[in-house]
């Protein structure tokens, strides 16, 4: 079982068309795999050329090759994302947005656990496509308590509307 990290983010873009659809993916539960999708495993064969097959697992279908679970999709997540798992990956728990309240700036705060680690390779290429954030985040068994901010991070209050 991780540890899971506690993260604060307020998000802005300056296309409106942009905040709405960052807050469609994240009601989907699906920011990751929206804005930066990962391979479809089933289709990518390991490094032998193999591809996966499926065994189920009770309810769950799960990717093996030979005995072994098929492992790709952690490592690539962790690279690409900054980590492998969101909890709003299960159901209900750890996912809140509101609005910014403030007419000149186009944005959301949202809160969310992601396991071991925050997110921040995600968050660094969501500012390639023109977002901006701040991402506070705090996990208190493995010492994480960070702030993580794109390149021209301007918070709110410091927004000048003319």
Not at 43 to 69: A, C, H, R, S
Not at 127 to 156: A, Q, R
Request: a negative charge.
């Amino acid at each position: 079982m991780p540890n899971w990290c506690s993260c604060t983010v307020e998000i802005t873009h300056k296309d409106p068309e942009k905040v709405k659809e960052f807050k469609e993916a994240f009601m989907r539960k699906d920011i990751a795999n929206h804005f930066l999708p990962e391979p479809d495993w089933m289709k990518t064969p390991n490094d032998k050329g193999e591809l996966p097959t499926i065994k189920e697992v009770g309810e769950w279908k799960i990717p093996y090759f030979g005995m072994d679970q098929d492992m790709r999709f952690r490592d690539w997540r962790d690279k690409h994302w900054g980590t492998h798992k969101f909890l709003f990956d299960i159901e209900g728990d750890g996912l809140e947005m509101d609005d910014i309240k403030n007419e000149d700036v186009k944005g959301v705060y949202v809160h969310f656990m992601s396991a071991w680690n925050p997110p921040v390779e995600l968050f660094k290429h969501l500012e390639t496509l023109g977002f901006e954030y701040m991402m506070e985040c705090y996990e208190p068994d493995l010492g994480i308590d960070e702030t993580h901010m794109s390149e021209y991070w301007l918070p709110k209050d410091q927004v000048d509307p003319t």
